[in-house]
């Protein structure tokens, strides 16, 4: 039923020198007087996508600084994740909404997860919508409920935004990444945090150039020849088939280019092998178009080292809630083009630390000037990496919830 997700250990100190001292010494004294405050995280998977990613990380830290922490993840089966990828996107904007049936199956997984789930939090930290309507409930399970919302929610669907509030508006704390993400009729306190990479996580961690590409040549990269990459869900919202089309365009002008798509597929998300055999077909057999998954075995490292040996790392979605894809290209100083939605503008400065575009064509011309002027991509991966340094390191991260935490406790 709800599954306690094991995560090992992490130790703040460790990022001492990679972020800076003031932002650890900030936590440290922030965290003191939430010693022993018992904060639960509620999610829907504990494997694939940014939210399972974040909490990998942030639970064993907080730990670390002496918070009694932990994460469960919550019981569905296929229904309910059909039913909750419905809702995804329909709170991203897609016109249809739940059915009927499809809100009774959601509500009715939150009964069974809310039943299970146990008493005396101090702090219950529900991630995302699946499991919203816990805290209408089974209100006095914690002193203190708080809603992350890691989506977009600019322009949800009426319909499903509506019949969702009730739920949201409940939840005395609510935390976004964006303020534009914040829907009318939020109640409560709202605060605004965007998320961050773990920089000594396998993922992230520096890599030797040799080993980068040694790991991309078993993938069948041809390692003397440029390279461009999107690693993200096979998902419409990311645009896959876009970067396809960008990549013919440079392709027609630079025919030794190659492009690679890695994508995870999660646990949660039925409709992702449907999309993959889609972007599979657009391809249409190209050699040097390599679309690898979780199953061909590319794992943290082998993201990583894609990520460290190509040539333009592109992000090309058409909505992104954050998308820490973005902020781990550019921690690893690559040049890196990102479709001007969401979380992405806020990581990237169009023309300084990376290039914005809206388009295929946009998105092949950049790839066709970065591939021609090394220099170029050098002087943007390096502003880029500064960047993510200072805004998007997970210390920062840490810091901003223990902020909130302590105004939760303040209260309670
Ligand atoms: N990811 C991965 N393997 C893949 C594809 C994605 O590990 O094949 C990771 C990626 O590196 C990132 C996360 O999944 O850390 C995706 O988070 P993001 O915010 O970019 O998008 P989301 O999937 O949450 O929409």
Known sequence: MLQPVHVGQKSLADYTHLAGKDVIEEVRALA??????????????????????LLYTLVPLMRDVGLECDWQVIYGQEEFFHATKQMHNALQGDPQDLT?????????????????????????????????????????????WLWR??????????????????HLRE????????????????????????PAIDPLTPKNMALAPDDAAYVCEQFGIDVDRPLLLQVSRFDPWKDPIGVIDAYRLVKAQMPEVQLALVGSMATDDPEGWEFFNATL??????????????????????????QSHADVVIQKSTREGFGLTVTEALWKGK????GDVGGIPLQVEDGETGFLVNSPEACGERCLELLADPDLGRRLGRAGKARARQEFLTPRYLRDYLRVFSAMMDQA
């Open 171 to 194: 939840y005395r704390h609510s935390v976004f990444h964006l303020r534009d993400y914040v829907p009318d009729g939020m109640a409560g306190q709202v605060h605004i945090v965007p």
């Open 281 to 306: 077909s657009h391809a249409d057999g190209d050699e040097d178009i390599k679309i690898l998954n979780n199953f061909n075995g590319v794992g943290a490292i082998e993201v990583n080292a894609f």
């Open 149 to 166: 919302c890691h989506i977009d929610l600019s322009t949800p669907n009426p319909a499903t935004i509506e019949r969702l509030m009730p």
């Open 100 to 144: 009927e049936e499809q809100w009774a199956i959601w509500h009715g997984y939150n009964e069974l997860n809310a039943e299970q789930l146990r008493d005396g939090m101090d702090i219950c930290f529900v991630h995302d919508p699946q499991p919203a309507a816990l805290r209408t409930l089974v209100p006095g399970k914690a002193r203190g």
């Open 32 to 53: 003191e007087p939430l010693r022993g405050v018992h904060v639960t995280h509620v999610s829907a998977t504990a494997f694939g996508g940014g939210v399972s990613e």
């Open 335 to 338: 040049p890196f083009i990102g």
